[in-house]
Protein backbone atom coordinates (compact mmCIF):
# COMPACT_ATOMS: atom_id res chain seq x y z
CA UNK A 1 0.00 0.00 0.00
CA UNK A 2 1.68 3.26 -0.83
CA UNK A 3 1.65 5.54 2.39
CA UNK A 4 -0.37 9.04 2.19
CA UNK A 5 0.76 12.14 2.32
CA UNK A 6 -0.21 13.01 5.48
CA UNK A 7 -2.76 12.79 8.45
CA UNK A 8 -4.60 14.65 10.60
CA UNK A 9 -6.81 11.77 13.32
CA UNK A 10 -8.88 13.56 15.76
CA UNK A 11 -11.16 12.38 18.50
CA UNK A 12 -13.83 14.48 20.40
CA UNK A 13 -13.96 13.46 23.50
CA UNK A 14 -16.56 14.31 26.61
CA UNK A 15 -16.42 11.81 29.77
CA UNK A 16 -13.61 9.60 27.75
CA UNK A 17 -11.85 9.16 31.14
CA UNK A 18 -11.95 5.54 30.59
CA UNK A 19 -11.00 5.06 26.87
CA UNK A 20 -9.26 7.88 25.07
CA UNK A 21 -5.78 6.96 26.11
CA UNK A 22 -6.03 3.37 24.13
CA UNK A 23 -7.52 5.22 21.34
CA UNK A 24 -4.84 7.87 21.02
CA UNK A 25 -2.26 4.94 21.67
CA UNK A 26 -3.48 2.72 19.17
CA UNK A 27 -4.24 5.55 16.63
CA UNK A 28 -0.56 6.20 17.34
CA UNK A 29 0.85 2.69 16.67
CA UNK A 30 -1.45 2.56 13.17
CA UNK A 31 -0.48 5.70 11.34
CA UNK A 32 3.34 5.19 10.42
CA UNK A 33 1.63 2.37 8.65
CA UNK A 34 -0.30 4.72 6.32
CA UNK A 35 1.45 7.69 6.67
CA UNK A 36 5.15 9.39 7.56
CA UNK A 37 3.34 12.37 8.66
CA UNK A 38 1.00 12.35 11.05
CA UNK A 39 -0.27 14.22 14.13
CA UNK A 40 -3.32 13.22 16.84
CA UNK A 41 -5.65 16.22 18.39
CA UNK A 42 -7.99 15.33 21.18
CA UNK A 43 -10.78 17.72 21.60
CA UNK A 44 -11.69 17.77 25.51
CA UNK A 45 -15.23 18.96 24.99
CA UNK A 46 -15.57 20.21 28.64
CA UNK A 47 -15.56 17.03 30.57
CA UNK A 48 -16.36 17.18 34.11
CA UNK A 49 -14.42 13.85 34.66
CA UNK A 50 -10.74 13.42 34.40
CA UNK A 51 -10.57 13.28 31.13
CA UNK A 52 -8.17 16.36 31.11
CA UNK A 53 -5.55 14.60 33.15
CA UNK A 54 -5.60 12.09 31.21
CA UNK A 55 -5.17 14.07 27.88
CA UNK A 56 -2.53 16.18 29.63
CA UNK A 57 -0.45 13.18 30.90
CA UNK A 58 -0.99 11.98 27.23
CA UNK A 59 0.75 14.91 25.65
CA UNK A 60 3.57 14.73 27.80
CA UNK A 61 4.43 11.99 26.98
CA UNK A 62 3.46 11.86 23.30
CA UNK A 63 5.23 14.75 21.46
CA UNK A 64 2.45 14.39 18.39
CA UNK A 65 -0.29 14.76 20.61
CA UNK A 66 -2.14 17.93 20.83
CA UNK A 67 -5.01 19.04 23.24
CA UNK A 68 -7.63 21.49 22.41
CA UNK A 69 -9.77 22.23 25.34
CA UNK A 70 -13.23 23.62 25.56
CA UNK A 71 -13.76 24.85 28.85
CA UNK A 72 -17.72 24.35 28.23
CA UNK A 73 -19.68 21.63 26.52
CA UNK A 74 -20.05 22.92 23.14
CA UNK A 75 -22.11 19.63 21.63
CA UNK A 76 -20.57 16.83 19.41
CA UNK A 77 -21.24 18.96 16.37
CA UNK A 78 -18.82 21.87 18.18
CA UNK A 79 -16.18 19.44 19.27
CA UNK A 80 -16.18 17.89 15.36
CA UNK A 81 -16.05 21.75 14.19
CA UNK A 82 -13.07 22.76 16.40
CA UNK A 83 -11.29 19.28 15.61
CA UNK A 84 -11.91 19.95 11.71
CA UNK A 85 -10.88 23.55 12.20
CA UNK A 86 -7.45 22.71 13.92
CA UNK A 87 -6.35 19.75 11.46
CA UNK A 88 -3.39 21.12 9.38
CA UNK A 89 -2.51 17.29 7.32
CA UNK A 90 -3.72 16.42 4.02
CA UNK A 91 -5.95 14.23 5.22
CA UNK A 92 -8.18 13.93 8.26
CA UNK A 93 -9.17 10.93 10.41
CA UNK A 94 -11.42 10.79 13.22
CA UNK A 95 -13.71 8.91 15.22
CA UNK A 96 -15.57 8.72 18.67
CA UNK A 97 -13.39 8.64 22.04
CA UNK A 98 -15.51 5.92 23.68
CA UNK A 99 -13.62 3.05 21.72
CA UNK A 100 -16.56 1.95 19.89
CA UNK A 101 -14.92 1.69 17.00
CA UNK A 102 -11.19 0.13 16.79
CA UNK A 103 -8.56 3.01 15.25
CA UNK A 104 -6.75 0.12 13.85
CA UNK A 105 -8.89 -0.32 11.39
CA UNK A 106 -8.19 3.42 9.59
CA UNK A 107 -5.44 0.98 7.70
CA UNK A 108 -8.67 -0.54 6.19
CA UNK A 109 -9.66 3.25 4.98
CA UNK A 110 -6.45 4.20 3.64
CA UNK A 111 -6.38 1.06 1.69
CA UNK A 112 -9.19 2.22 -0.01
CA UNK A 113 -7.79 5.67 -0.81
CA UNK A 114 -7.23 6.60 -4.89
CA UNK A 115 -7.37 9.37 -6.70
CA UNK A 116 -11.20 9.18 -6.95
CA UNK A 117 -12.03 9.41 -3.80
CA UNK A 118 -12.42 11.75 -1.24
CA UNK A 119 -13.99 10.20 1.58
CA UNK A 120 -13.69 6.73 2.60
CA UNK A 121 -16.64 6.23 4.97
CA UNK A 122 -17.48 3.26 6.93
CA UNK A 123 -20.40 1.28 7.44
CA UNK A 124 -20.82 -0.94 11.18
CA UNK A 125 -20.33 -4.60 9.98
CA UNK A 126 -22.90 -5.55 12.83
CA UNK A 127 -24.50 -2.72 15.29
CA UNK A 128 -22.93 -3.63 18.62
CA UNK A 129 -25.79 -1.83 20.63
CA UNK A 130 -28.86 -2.70 23.06
CA UNK A 131 -32.62 -4.01 20.91
CA UNK A 132 -33.54 -0.78 21.43
CA UNK A 133 -30.80 1.38 20.73
CA UNK A 134 -30.59 -0.65 16.84
CA UNK A 135 -34.34 0.27 16.31
CA UNK A 136 -34.29 2.93 16.89
CA UNK A 137 -30.98 3.51 14.47
CA UNK A 138 -32.67 1.86 11.83
CA UNK A 139 -35.65 4.19 12.39
CA UNK A 140 -33.93 7.32 12.83
CA UNK A 141 -31.29 5.75 9.46
CA UNK A 142 -34.66 4.90 7.19
CA UNK A 143 -36.49 8.28 7.98
CA UNK A 144 -33.03 10.95 7.49
CA UNK A 145 -32.78 8.61 4.09
CA UNK A 146 -35.53 9.69 2.93
CA UNK A 147 -35.59 13.25 3.94
CA UNK A 148 -31.69 13.83 2.54
CA UNK A 149 -31.53 11.74 -0.74
CA UNK A 150 -28.64 10.28 0.92
CA UNK A 151 -26.91 7.43 -1.32
CA UNK A 152 -24.44 6.07 1.98
CA UNK A 153 -25.76 2.71 3.04
CA UNK A 154 -24.63 4.17 7.07
CA UNK A 155 -24.63 7.90 7.13
CA UNK A 156 -23.91 7.88 11.25
CA UNK A 157 -20.85 5.44 11.19
CA UNK A 158 -18.29 8.04 12.40
CA UNK A 159 -15.28 6.66 11.41
CA UNK A 160 -14.21 8.80 8.66
CA UNK A 161 -11.28 9.42 6.60
CA UNK A 162 -11.62 13.01 4.33
CA UNK A 163 -9.60 15.39 2.16
CA UNK A 164 -9.06 18.23 4.23
CA UNK A 165 -9.74 20.30 1.28
CA UNK A 166 -13.24 19.43 0.95
CA UNK A 167 -13.88 21.95 3.55
CA UNK A 168 -12.58 24.65 1.33
CA UNK A 169 -16.27 24.35 0.03
CA UNK A 170 -18.12 22.67 2.91
CA UNK A 171 -18.88 24.92 6.04
CA UNK A 172 -20.35 23.33 8.98
CA UNK A 173 -22.71 24.82 11.29
CA UNK A 174 -24.41 22.06 13.49
CA UNK A 175 -23.72 21.68 17.30
CA UNK A 176 -25.23 18.61 17.73
CA UNK A 177 -24.89 15.46 16.81
CA UNK A 178 -26.85 16.41 13.65
CA UNK A 179 -23.54 17.53 12.63
CA UNK A 180 -23.07 13.85 10.65
CA UNK A 181 -26.10 14.83 8.28
CA UNK A 182 -25.18 18.06 7.79
CA UNK A 183 -21.44 17.65 6.60
CA UNK A 184 -22.84 13.95 4.26
CA UNK A 185 -25.48 16.04 2.75
CA UNK A 186 -23.06 19.12 2.12
CA UNK A 187 -20.13 16.80 0.84
CA UNK A 188 -22.69 14.62 -1.50
CA UNK A 189 -24.42 17.44 -2.75
CA UNK A 190 -21.21 19.20 -3.66
CA UNK A 191 -20.07 15.88 -5.73
CA UNK A 192 -17.15 14.70 -3.73
CA UNK A 193 -16.66 11.23 -3.98
CA UNK A 194 -17.58 8.60 -1.18
CA UNK A 195 -16.20 5.40 -0.72
CA UNK A 196 -17.27 2.45 1.89
CA UNK A 197 -15.80 0.26 3.88
CA UNK A 198 -16.85 -1.86 6.38
CA UNK A 199 -15.54 -1.46 9.78
CA UNK A 200 -16.44 -3.60 13.41
CA UNK A 201 -18.67 -1.76 15.95
CA UNK A 202 -18.23 -2.51 19.45
CA UNK A 203 -20.18 -2.85 22.52
CA UNK A 204 -20.13 0.59 24.91
CA UNK A 205 -17.82 -0.69 28.12
CA UNK A 206 -17.74 2.49 29.81
CA UNK A 207 -19.91 5.68 29.58
CA UNK A 208 -23.70 6.21 28.28
CA UNK A 209 -24.93 7.58 25.05
CA UNK A 210 -25.35 11.25 25.56
CA UNK A 211 -28.07 11.07 22.09
CA UNK A 212 -30.49 7.91 23.66
CA UNK A 213 -32.73 9.59 25.74
CA UNK A 214 -36.35 10.88 25.02
CA UNK A 215 -35.30 14.69 25.38
CA UNK A 216 -32.54 14.69 23.50
CA UNK A 217 -34.66 13.10 20.46
CA UNK A 218 -37.22 15.70 20.70
CA UNK A 219 -34.81 17.61 20.15
CA UNK A 220 -32.64 16.12 17.45
CA UNK A 221 -35.96 15.61 16.03
CA UNK A 222 -36.57 19.59 15.56
CA UNK A 223 -33.09 20.32 14.21
CA UNK A 224 -33.80 17.53 11.68
CA UNK A 225 -36.78 19.56 10.51
CA UNK A 226 -34.57 22.68 10.42
CA UNK A 227 -31.93 20.90 8.50
CA UNK A 228 -34.39 19.27 6.07
CA UNK A 229 -35.32 23.03 5.09
CA UNK A 230 -32.64 24.07 4.93
CA UNK A 231 -30.74 21.86 2.84
CA UNK A 232 -33.19 19.86 1.28
CA UNK A 233 -36.12 22.59 0.25
CA UNK A 234 -34.21 26.22 0.35
CA UNK A 235 -30.81 24.61 -0.32
CA UNK A 236 -28.67 27.02 0.99
CA UNK A 237 -25.05 25.45 0.62
CA UNK A 238 -25.73 25.31 -3.08
CA UNK A 239 -26.88 29.02 -4.20
CA UNK A 240 -22.67 29.98 -4.16
CA UNK A 241 -21.75 26.61 -5.39
CA UNK A 242 -18.94 26.62 -7.63
CA UNK A 243 -17.96 23.50 -9.54
CA UNK A 244 -15.25 21.15 -8.19
CA UNK A 245 -13.18 20.88 -11.34
CA UNK A 246 -13.75 17.89 -13.17
CA UNK A 247 -17.42 17.02 -11.63
CA UNK A 248 -20.68 18.15 -11.90
CA UNK A 249 -23.15 19.47 -9.59
CA UNK A 250 -25.86 17.04 -9.00
Known amino acids: MKKLESISAFF ?8 ISSMVIATLLTLP ?10 VNDGSPDHTADMLKELARVYPQVRII ?6 GYGGALRSGFAS ?29 ESDVINGYKIARSDPWHRILIGRLYHTIVRFL ?26 STSGTICL ?4 KL ?15 HRAHGKSQFFN ?6 TAKQLIGLWWLLTVRKEHLKAFKPVPGRTKP
Open 214 to 219: FPRLIK
Open 148 to 173: FGFRLRDVDCDFRLMRRSVFDKVTLT
Open 69 to 74: THEKNR
Open 182 to 185: EMVK
Open 12 to 19: PAYNDAAT
Open 33 to 42: KVTDDYEVIV
Open 87 to 115: ATKTWIFYTDGDAQYDPRELERLAQAVSE
Open 188 to 202: QDHGFRFKEVPVHHY
